[in-house]
């Protein structure tokens, strides 16, 4: 089990970039949560396996179809126990 910070930079907020990354993680078994940061940046903490989470960020460089990705960024940090994958309106 590993956790990854991910930051989505380009097109990304009003593109439905959340609701995809859920059903994604949701599919991947990946736990964690998705938001969007006042910078118009997606924020993502996921826990999974490596091919789990790998799965979700090369999801993550291209988005849904109306999202514009510029840059994906991933840091490895401790892992958090997420129980389920959450679309956060503020982080918690």
Known sequence: MNHWNIIITGKVQGVYFRATTKAVADQLGVKGFV??????KVYI????????LESLVE???????R????HV????????GFTNFEVLKKIK
């Open 73 to 80: 960024v991933c840091e490895e940090s401790a892992v958090r």
């Open 67 to 70: 999202a514009e990705v510029e």
């Open 45 to 52: 903490e996921a826990e999974g396996d490596d091919f789990a």
């Open 59 to 65: 999801f993550c460089r291209e988005g849904p179809d």
């Open 35 to 40: 938001m969007n940061q006042p910078d118009g």
